[in-house]
């Protein structure tokens, strides 16, 4: 099985800044999506930001120009920049691989990380 370890979680005033983390421990894939999913309190779990290794990247809607994904090959690590938190972002925010494409697809993912926690206080 491949490991996905996030980090960098933590609790922030809103409008502060985090940038989480997430290491695969496989070696870079010729197709892939990777990314970010979140699941708040009491709530289902649902995407948050994807990249593929095209360098193809999309986001849901309530995080747009706030949120930035990115990837360093060689580290086998992808990150979300998170600018201007809200209240609303508080989740767990759990990393997400499939080695089986080169699109993302929200309801196909191989493996995923353990979650790392993140919460915004008004």
């Known amino acids: 099985q491949v490991q996905l370890v996030e980090s960098a979680g933590g609790s922030v005033e809103a409008g502060g800044s985090l940038r989480l983390s997430c290491e695969a421990s496989?070696?870079?894939?010729?197709?892939?999506?990777i990314g970010w999913f979140r699941q708040p309190p009491g709530k289902e779990r649902d995407w948050v930001a994807f990249?593929?290794?095209?360098?193809?990247?999309n986001y849901v809607p309530p995080v747009t120009g706030r949120f930035t994904i990115s990837q360093d090959k060689a580290k086998n690590t992808i990150y979300l920049q998170m600018s201007s938190l809200k209240p609303e972002d508080t989740a767990m925010y759990y990393c997400?691989?499939?080695?089986?494409?080169?699109?993302?697809?929200?309801?196909?993912?191989?493996?995923w990380g353990q979650g790392t926690q993140v919460t915004v206080s008004s």
């Open positions: 997400a691989l499939d080695l089986r494409r080169g699109d993302c697809r929200v309801g196909d993912f191989e493996y």
């Open positions: 496989t070696s870079s894939a010729s197709r892939y999506c």
């Open positions: 990249i593929t290794s095209a360098g193809d990247d």
